[in-house]
């Protein structure tokens, strides 16, 4: 029988009329800078950021409004958005008479999961603890835990969800932390030196393991980044296999040093070479703020660590230093400063791996702050890349920002053969804006996201830069460390309350945002902010992937009362569901049975008065 080669044609046709219908919608919203926050209060002192796998963004930190309105003491502040940075919900929570939200990640299950620190959290210890806080990605709470020994001070600076585990005590959904604890030697010594921090939880945050690490317990070791190992070449480690970094006076060569831990994932003990510890430093202090172990590089299995060093020669202020070794830190392979070399101030604070088709694949991509050459001033946010191997800089970098101070604090990246459209590839950027031009002169400080390109470009506040660089030539230590358990936790009471505020500073595509626009709709460059508390055109679905059979939940909004329709087809255009609203308005909720659809792509599209919206679904077994 000869192919049906026309009705293979009208198949094709029909796919690729589905996916301009999805990415016309998704292409225009990729590039975008908004701020977050309360018109007068202070959010996100920092912020951890990641995409969804929906497309979407979500990102935490912390702000002082209150739930009578005013300000107050600060809480954890929780943004969730659209692909496009539109807000779909945002919560304070309160867990104790303070709190501080500092990293975030997206569960295997769609939840979210977020670390941090609380004061005299309600029910638990006196003094500061480490939490967890899982959320559903409506933002509801599923659980949340302290971590710590009554009146020592315990802070959870970042997290991750484990993909490897024994089987037995520890599994895939486990989530590991790194920060600091001031407990030490067994014993609370009433002293402000701490030692590095590190546990392990189910996904329902019960404690598994935890243990701190440090020297002399008047001396003072600390812990910022962590990352699972996924490389399991018997030559060089063992998947599961746990790094961190941060920062020592214990060990080193002057001041503090980045301090880089590999640890046993099952018990945190450190083991059999690769697993070990080591220091590296200048005549200064240095640290270490992110790590990550390169998967796609030459060299997989390496780690690579950014920071904040001052001690690069004749600079009186700090520089961003890059460090890589082998899967055992103890080796080192490559070391740089980077930034103006002069007295501004720059450092390193996040780093993922760069493994897009554009770029060389495993290179890394940087962010933290700059005072580039004097001309950004003060600090602006910015983006840069290294090249895996050598630490050297990789083409002109980007700062963005306003007249204030602006830092970036946390970078993702998203990439196709994970769950990323070729259109949606760049980076996404949390940190906070000081800067009176992007929030207004009465507002102090709010959380401030940054979607670019693969070119580093988001469209408007922004200033090519220049950094140059040299090698640090750091001196290396490898002691290893005490380390002890702690095993104490503790379940407190939560509460929480919704906020809406959203303001977007520039855009390129209107058709992304429906009637939200500000002044110059569709006009490349700085826009007057508008505050858009309803953005209409917005879809978040969620379990995204689902599996065959469980209902599909689509929240969307809709600025004012109308008649809504709702049309999922598969990849090739086939009705499978479709309904009417006929007066909706606001947030709505729609729940749609996916009962007998086989496994594979879906197309939602909601129709509104003015405007429709489209994103995709995935049905798994």
């Given at each position: 029988m000869k192919p049906n080669h026309s009705k293979r044609t009208f198949r094709l046709l029909a796919a690729m009329l589905v996916l301009m219908l999805v990415g016309s919608g998704e292409i225009l919203a990729q590039r975008f800078q908004w701020v977050y926050g309360s018109p007068n209060c202070v959010e996100a002192g920092r912020a951890g950021v990641t995409q969804l796998r929906n497309g979407g963004y979500v990102s935490v930190g912390e702000s002082n409004w209150t739930a009578a309105g005013g300000c107050g003491p600060t809480h954890i502040y929780v943004i969730y958005t659209a692909p496009n940075g539109a807000l779909v919900w945002s919560n304070i929570y309160t867990i104790?008479?303070?709190d501080s939200a500092l990293d975030v990640v997206e569960c295997c299950n769609g939840d979210l999961a977020i670390c941090g620190v609380t004061t005299n959290a309600m029910g638990c210890n006196?003094?500061?603890d480490a939490f967890l806080l899982r959320l559903n990605n409506a933002g509801g709470v599923v659980a949340v835990h302290t971590y710590g020994t009554p009146n020592s001070d315990e802070i959870a600076w970042n997290l991750v969800e484990a993909k490897s585990g024994d089987g037995i005590t520890t599994n895939p959904g486990d989530l590991i932390v790194a920060g600091s604890t001031t407990f030490q030697a067994g014993i609370n010594l009433g002293i402000p030196a701490r030692d590095g921090y590190i546990f392990r939880t189910t996904a329902n945050l019960a404690l598994?393991?935890?243990?701190?690490y440090g020297g002399p317990a008047s001396r003072d070791d600390y812990l910022y980044g962590i990352y699972?190992?996924?490389?399991?070449?018997?030559a060089i480690g063992v998947a599961g296999d746990v790094v961190v970094t941060g920062g020592t006076n214990t060990w080193g060569a002057g001041g503090y040093d980045i301090w880089m831990l590999r640890v046993n994932g099952n018990n945190g003990t450190i083991g059999a070479l690769p697993q070990n510890a080591a220091t590296y430093g200048g005549p200064r202090d240095d640290e270490g703020r992110a790590i990550i172990e390169l998967r796609f590089a030459t060299n997989p299995g390496d780690l690579v660590v950014t920071g904040i060093s001052f001690s690069r020669p004749g600079n009186i202020n700090s520089e961003v230093a890059m460090l890589q070794t082998t899967p055992n830190p103890c080796v080192p392979v490559a070391d740089h400063y980077a930034g103006d070399n002069d007295p501004h101030p720059d450092g390193g604070m996040d780093l993922k791996e760069d493994a897009f088709p554009t770029t060389p694949c495993g290179d890394v991509i940087v962010t933290g702050f700059t005072d580039w050459g004097g001309f950004i001033n003060p600090p602006n946010v910015f983006l840069q890349r290294f090249a895996a191997g050598t630490m050297?800089?990789?083409?002109?970098?980007m700062a963005y920002g306003g007249s204030g101070v602006d830092w970036g604090w946390s970078v993702d990246n998203c990439r196709r053969d994970l769950f990323c459209n070729n259109e949606t590839e760049g980076y996404i950027v949390a940190g906070f804006t000081q800067s009176p031009d992007l929030i207004g002169a009465a507002d102090p400080q709010q959380l401030y996201m940054i979607k670019t390109d693969v070119a580093l470009q988001s469209g408007c506040n922004e200033t090519p830069i220049v950094f140059n660089h040299q090698p640090a030539n750091f001196i290396r230590q490898c002691p290893l460390p005490v380390n002890q358990p702690i095993m104490m936790n503790c379940i407190p009471n939560i509460t929480q309350f919704p906020v809406q505020w959203a303001t977007q500073l520039c855009y390129l595509f209107p058709l992304a945002h429906g009637n939200g626009g500000g002044e110059g709709d569709g006009i490349s460059g700085i826009k007057a902010p508008v505050t858009i508390p309803v953005v209409e055109g917005a879809i978040t679905s969620y379990p995204n992937p689902l599996t065959v059979g469980t209902p599909l939940n689509l929240r969307f909004a809709v600025a004012k009362p109308a008649q809504i329709g709702i049309t999922v087809t598969d990849i090739v255009g086939h009705v499978v569901y479709q309904t009417t609203e006929p007066n909706a308005v606001g947030t709505v909720l729609q729940v749609v049975p996916?009962?007998?659809?086989p496994k594979g792509t879906y197309v939602v599209r909601i129709d509104m008065a003015e405007?429709?919206?489209?994103?995709k679904v995935e049905l798994t077994d």
């Open positions: 104790g008479t303070s006196p003094g500061r598994i393991w935890d243990r701190h699972e190992c996924r490389v399991g070449v018997p050297n800089i990789l083409g002109g970098g996916t009962k007998g659809w405007t429709s919206s489209t994103t």
